[in-house]
């Protein structure tokens, strides 16, 4: 069984930073992209980062220039380090892990960002 964990959400001032770190264990297979995405409720679900195991990162053009996304193929984690953090950022953050040949999708069961003076 995959277990996926998101940690390091929180509270912070618009124009601050907070750094979101996903954990993902048990995985017989080798995890080929790893990402994050956003969800407000009453909105749809949004893609922020990605991931893949070479290195390749995507962005959503909301957080291009300022969020930074990076992980450890040894360690099974991905890593979203958030800069300059506006309120529209406010949202619960989920990590999605993709795994194996066949591109099993696990998800974590997010962790809280606000941002608000």
């Known amino acids: 069984q995959v277990d996926v964990v998101e940690s390091g959400g929180g509270l912070v001032q618009p124009g601050g930073s907070l750094t979101l770190l996903c954990a993902a264990s048990?995985?017989?297979?080798?995890?080929?992209?790893m990402g994050w995405c956003r969800q407000v409720p009453g909105k749809q679900r949004e893609m922020v980062a990605e991931?893949?195991?070479?290195?390749?990162?995507t962005y959503a053009d909301s957080v291009k220039g300022r969020f930074i996304i990076s992980r450890d193929n040894d360690k099974s984690t991905v890593t979203l380090d958030m800069n300059s953090l506006k309120p529209a950022g406010t949202a619960v953050y989920y990590c999605?892990?993709?795994?194996?040949?066949?591109?099993?999708?696990?998800w974590g069961p997010g962790t809280q960002v606000t941002v608000s003076s």
């Open positions: 999605n892990t993709v795994h194996g040949r066949q591109g099993d999708n696990y």
């Open positions: 048990g995985s017989s297979f080798r995890i080929s992209a």
């Open positions: 991931i893949l195991i070479a290195g390749k990162a």
